[in-house]
């Protein structure tokens, strides 16, 4: 049996960790997103068998996976079962593109689909992965939603509270640097500090007034207080300002922007790798084959 699943990229323009002990349904982040057409698409393949075996294979190689692994034994546990994954990823890993997060949960709908289970299991499932092993804290939430959206409060439903600022659009991505390691910051305790003051602060002034603009402006200000973006992320994000509007990606050595697209990739391509990708409203999906 087979089943393919789309989970979207997710870019966080800025963001407030949340943690609940004991509570992962709680745990997550506030904050603000954007959803891309870029993404991880998985096609997961299973067959009977006396004990359980898991394979994952990332862009055709076999890789150990650790978020997408997890997310399976959270969805199925030990059920004796033969699964080969096999991932797509459009974007780099750890770059603040949300790649982990989109393969765990295009893997886990693909899989829960084929097994009939209800499509929150498998949201939960890849959830409870990511903030287990500090891969991320909203990607699968807000992959699941899709758009651009706004975290209201941090968590899965009922306690995780989302909603929407319309808008689709053309956006442009530039990855600059080495890869950041999303682990090393969230397991940080005074730099968390830190980033959640400045996070619940863009999170109430997006609320005030939501729109797109205002979402951009307030990434770059978040961006530039909490001093994790090197110098040429800076002057890659400052370079695109005459066309447009654009800030780090959350947390990767890499920019979004909108504007001027064909300027946009002119000036990001002196700076690093660029892509081109528009909104994706829909999220997370899974997709019937032909």
Excluded at 137 to 151: K, Q
Excluded at 210 to 239: C, M, N
Aim: with cysteine; aromatic share 8%.
């Amino acid at each position: 049996m087979k089943g393919i699943a789309f989970a979207p990229g997710h870019i966080s323009a800025f963001f407030e960790p949340v943690y609940s002990d004991q509570d992962i349904d709680r745990t997550g982040s506030r904050g603000a997103g954007i959803n891309i057409s870029l993404g991880a698409l998985s096609q997961v393949t299973i067959k009977p068998a006396l004990y359980q075996t898991l394979a994952v294979n990332i862009n055709r190689f076999p890789s150990d996976a650790p978020v997408t692994k997890l997310a399976l034994k959270y969805l199925i546990g030990e059920t004796p079962l033969k699964i080969t994954i096999d991932t797509m990823l459009d974007l780099p890993i750890s770059q603040g593109f949300g790649m982990s997060a989109g393969g765990a949960l295009s893997s886990t709908l693909a899989l829960a689909d084929l097994l009939k289970l209800p499509r929150e299991n498998a949201v939960k499932a890849a959830h409870y992965a990511e903030v287990q092993l500090r891969t991320g804290l909203g990607d699968v939430i807000a992959s699941n939603f899709g758009g651009i959206e706004i975290r209201r409060k941090a968590g899965l439903p009922p306690w995780g509270m989302q909603e929407h600022i319309p808008g689709k659009f053309d956006m442009v991505l530039c990855v600059i640097g080495k890869e950041i390691k999303t682990k090393e910051i969230l397991s940080d305790a005074a730099r968390l500090r830190e980033i959640a003051s400045y996070g619940q602060y863009c999170t109430k002034k997006l609320l005030e007034k939501p729109s797109v603009e205002h979402l951009f402006s307030l990434a770059w200000e978040f961006t530039q207080k909490i001093g994790l973006a090197d110098v040429t992320v800076l002057q890659a994000i400052k370079a695109t300002h005459q066309y447009g509007k654009a800030s780090m990606c959350m947390l990767g050595n890499s920019v979004f922007a909108i504007g001027n697209t064909p300027m946009l990739c002119k000036t990001l391509s002196e700076f690093g790798t660029v892509f081109c990708c528009t909104v994706d409203e829909q999220g997370a999906r899974v997709l019937k084959e032909g």
